[in-house]
């Protein structure tokens, strides 16, 4: 049996409407409507079609969709002009990734979510969820995916680029409960993958009590305060301030040189005139687009998912095996490990905090536990 809404996941990741989609597979928009919503059982030749067409087995078409996270509950760190369509894409990526990590999960304990739901001035909250995830209050966090998957964060990687989004996050119902999930495309540059995972994990953890803009501006000024902590930046950024000396920080703290400006205004280290003409240098010299390749910072790639295939698969991972079980394509597959790390590595060049140097542990030894601790 084939099921019409996997027809429709596979549909979306490819981008296409009803129209398109029929006309690759060589039907009428009706009949594609019908397979689509289960009033028509598709033919061996079709499904034939739809899998060489899609790259995904037969056998991602026979199985039902379990729901993990409903659309509407996503956050989305995006351009307002993201269309439904590039909506639905990243949606229906994050909810295949997270079926691959939840098939390969059934063989060992979930890691508990430990982190607190905090509130208040988003300077001490983003210090009190350093503080929970073992970071010292003043030192560049080295490996920020890494700290918040042993907090029982599933951070996935998807293994696909993104039009007009770097991220977005949301909760996934598992066997206890509901949990905290962060998907971050392949191809965005480091600094603003760590401002994105961090501005992810202010939408689930901060409560701030704002909404719309105030809501965005609310998540961006925690992750400001959490990646540049105050004390820190009020030391290092020595006067006078100019774009030179802002450059040499970006590599040791792991962000662009625009948000370093954002947050040296945010904490008074220099007036709204010196703001403006910072920006004004960085439109000139073309780094609102592009800054410089020689600071670029490398992505960081979360490493559970891999870990557990790993562990399950052996190393090298039987690739073969692991699509079978997964019901992906072998392709897809070796795309969405290699989107994950098979080694700890850390991007930014730091002190490490004592919680990051321990070891990623055994993942049989954790125990699961759903929702926010009070």
């Given at each position: 049996?084939i ?9 979306e ?11 690759a597979?060589e ?16 033919s061996e030749?079709?499904?034939?079609r ?46 295949l990734?997270?079926e ?7 063989r ?32 560049p ?23 007009k989004?770097d ?16 998907t971050l ?27 719309g ?13 959490f ?33 370093l ?5 945010q ?44 562990l399950?698969y052996?190393?090298?991972i039987d ?6 079980d ?27 905090s ?12 954790r ?8």
């Amino acid at each position: 049996m084939i099921y019409g809404e996997r027809i429709v996941q596979a549909r979306e990741l490819a981008l296409r409407t009803q129209i398109e989609f029929a006309d690759a597979l060589e039907v009428t928009r009706g009949v594609l409507a019908s397979y689509e919503v289960g009033r028509l059982e598709p033919s061996e030749e079709f499904v034939d079609r739809l899998c060489s067409t899609v790259d995904l087995p037969p056998s991602f078409f026979e199985r039902p969709i379990t729901e993990h996270f409903a659309l509407g509950t996503l956050q989305f760190r995006a351009r307002g002009d993201m269309t439904a369509k590039e909506r639905n894409q990243a949606y229906q990526g994050a909810r295949l990734v997270y079926e691959v990590f939840e098939a390969v999960e059934q063989r060992f304990d979930s890691i508990p979510f430990t982190l607190s739901r905090v509130s208040g001035d988003p300077e001490d909250a983003a210090l009190s969820v350093r503080s929970e995830l073992g970071i010292a209050p003043d030192v560049p966090v080295a490996r920020l995916l890494h700290a918040l998957e042993r907090a029982g964060v599933v951070v996935q990687a998807l293994p696909i680029v993104l039009q007009k989004r770097d991220g977005f996050s949301g909760w996934a119902s598992y066997s206890v409960g509901l949990r905290p999930v962060i998907t971050l495309p392949i191809g965005v540059p480091g600094d603003r993958q760590r401002l994105t995972a961090t501005h992810e994990l202010a939408e689930m953890i901060y409560d701030h009590r704002a909404s719309g803009r105030d809501k965005e501006d609310a998540c961006n000024r925690f992750a400001g305060a959490f990646l540049l902590p105050r004390a820190a930046m009020i030391r290092e950024m020595r006067r006078p301030i100019n774009l030179a000396g802002i450059a040499t920080l970006k590599r040791r703290w792991g962000v662009s040189i625009a948000a370093l400006v954002v947050r040296a205004y945010q904490l008074d280290i220099i007036n709204k005139t010196q703001y403006y003409g910072l920006f004004t240098q960085i439109s000139t010299r073309g780094w609102r687009l592009r800054e410089p390749a020689e600071l670029d910072i490398p992505a960081e790639r979360p490493r559970a998912l891999r870990k557990m295939a790993e562990l399950s698969y052996g190393s090298p991972i039987d690739i073969l095996r692991f699509a079978a079980d997964t019901r992906i394509s072998v392709a897809f597959a070796k795309r969405l490990l290699l989107a994950h790390a098979d080694a700890p590595i850390a991007p930014v060049a730091a002190v490490q905090s004592t919680a990051e140097l321990l070891s990623f542990g055994e993942l049989t030894s954790r125990r699961p536990r759903s929702g926010l601790k009070k």
